[in-house]
């Protein structure tokens, strides 16, 4: 077995899951079969709780397991299904290791960090080595080295390449390569500290990524090369790229793929980019343009959604668009009006959770319905879209989901199985579920099917007390689970383009095979568009 191990140093954010995405895709570009794993330092047990702002999305897998987003990032450019035994955290680490304590299983010994917590780093890597079979397995260690709580991590890393041995294990450290403006040069100190640091932990990096806006010069190259003991050609530019997709083919044009496969002694097929060159030569090349509005409460930082922000990188290189899109903050809209979904030719309202904007949001479903504006709600956006058309449809002025307030018309319910549950970590209703579409449906001519699997991540959902009475007034319900009780996805009658579901399909959107509803939003924006 092969493992590539990427850290981080000098700053955190610098695109070291990108790197390893990248890596995969090379590996995978050349026949070899990879997987991907996340070591998150946090003491939580999963991302499941977490604040977007303070991390980013949540993404959630098909076993339901609630992950780091560059687990996202992973399934993407390798295209692949992964588990939640593939994101490891402080939380699970230590979790197991006092459970077994709590058994006797360490019966007269004194547990410690080492060996009994790296122990079970090393266990867990292993096990999804196994289980996947894999010719390569890649890990990412979050944060960055110095940090104290990544510390267990990078010495379990240590040891797993002594035990594994050199060929065996390949070290790739990302670093910062900052411009000082006043002198306009790249600075290498910091990328020269942050490998100091490494090695002080027992581990010379193998091949150097440098973060950087432009090219690494060849001086700033050698420069490196020299001050942290890597060959020149295992010095890496890593500069901005037009798209993250870009990413494998900047690093292949720098022979990193044939790099590694010498260093590790892997044999692999002459590589093959053809579909992935296609790709990109259609989302740089655009025929058309059309603006998405995403409207949510977490849009200062992208990456609270960067799964649907992806979903439409996916679509515009399928459709040949440039997708443009606007991000409103739902209490923006609550104070200054619908003035600012002029223009747009498509909106979309993600999932969420809580009170705050949740009324701008109902504001802007109520305009793209009411305005004929091609509309997609998904979760909690397919919720508000609900009581949106219970209030302004149906008249229940009160309609509210039960999350929200007390209301005299609960449209929106808490879970039959969630009654009563008093743990909120991993406790949702969570991953791929079966859902049923109905023959005829706008949704069945947009999947081909009458049966998907598709994520989830919620714990309320439509009252069915009241499905009678929306079906009567036009919003149809044509995707339900295997019960018919639970409602899974909704179309107006009469609408160009107004669905929602309560599933979370950006999830799984690929490169070359976009969110089927994501790809139906910007085909119905793109005929708004040519018809205002």
């Not at 560059?70 to 459970?99: A, C, M, P, Q």
């Not at 504001?363 to 397919?382: D, H, K, S, T, W």
């Amino acid at each position: 077995m092969k493992y590539i191990v990427v850290t981080g140093g000098v700053i955190s954010g610098l695109g070291k899951g990108i790197t390893t995405s990248s890596l995969g895709k090379i590996l995978q570009a050349r026949g070899l079969k990879v997987t991907a794993i996340k070591i998150d330092p946090y003491l939580n047990y999963d991302a499941g709780t977490m604040n977007p702002y303070q991390h980013g999305e949540v993404f959630v897998l098909d076993d339901g397991g609630e992950v780091d987003l560059d687990l996202g990032n992973y399934e993407r450019f390798l295209d692949t299904n992964l588990t939640s035994d593939h994101n490891i955290t402080t939380g699970k680490v230590y979790l197991t290791v006092i459970e077994r304590e709590r058994k006797g299983e360490y019966l007269g010994s004194t547990v410690q960090i080492i060996p009994h917590i790296t122990e079970e780093i090393k266990r867990r890597i292993k096990k999804i080595a196994m289980q996947t079979m894999a010719d390569v397995v890649l890990i990412e260690v979050g944060g960055t080295v110095g940090d104290i709580e990544s510390m267990p991590f990078l010495e379990a890393m240590r040891q797993l390449r002594m035990e594994e041995g050199e060929r065996n294990v390949f070290f790739v450290h990302t670093t910062l390569v900052p411009v000082v403006s006043v002198v306009g040069e790249q600075k290498t100190k910091p990328t020269q500290h942050s490998v100091k640091e490494l090695r002080s932990l027992g581990i010379q990096p193998d091949m150097i990524v440098g973060r950087s806006r432009e090219p690494l010069s060849e001086e700033t190259r050698r420069k490196i090369s020299l001050f942290c003991d890597v060959p020149y050609e295992a010095v890496i530019s890593a500069p901005d790229a037009r798209s993250i997709y870009e990413v494998p083919l900047i690093f292949e044009e720098q022979g990193v793929g044939e790099y590694i496969l010498g260093k590790m002694q892997i044999r692999g097929r002459t590589p093959r980019w053809k579909e992935w060159k296609k790709y990109l030569d259609r989302l740089f090349n655009p025929r058309d343009e059309i603006t998405i509005a995403i409207v949510g409460k977490y849009v200062h930082l992208k990456d609270s959604y960067i799964s649907h922000k992806e979903s439409f990188t996916h679509v515009a290189s399928f459709l040949r668009l440039k997708i443009n899109l606007k991000w409103i903050d739902s209490e923006d809209l609550e104070d200054e009006g619908t003035k600012l979904l002029d223009g747009v030719d498509g909106i979309l309202i993600p999932g969420g959770f809580g009170p705050r904007g949740t009324e701008g949001k109902v504001m802007a479903a109520q305009y793209a319905r009411e305005n004929g504006i091609p509309f997609l709600g998904v979760c909690f956006g397919f919720q508000l879209a609900t009581i949106e058309f219970a209030r302004h449809v149906l008249g229940y002025e009160d309609a509210n989901s039960t999350e929200l307030a007390r209301t005299e018309y609960p449209v929106i319910d808490l879970l039959p199985e969630q009654r009563g549950v008093d743990k909120l970590g991993g406790t949702m209703r969570l991953g791929a579920q079966k859902i049923i579409i109905e023959k005829g449906s706008m949704a069945h001519s947009i999947y081909g099917t009458t049966e998907i699997y598709e994520r989830h991540r919620h714990r309320y959902e439509v009252n069915p007390d009241y499905i009678e009475e929306f079906e009567k007034h036009g919003l149809h319900f044509s995707g339900r689970d295997e019960s018919g009780i639970r409602m899974e996805i909704f179309e107006l009658k009469g609408h160009p383009f107004f669905m929602g579901s309560q599933f979370h399909p950006e999830f799984k959107s690929r490169p070359l095979k976009p969110s089927p509803l994501h790809l139906a939003l910007a085909k119905a924006a793109l005929e708004y568009k040519k018809r205002s």
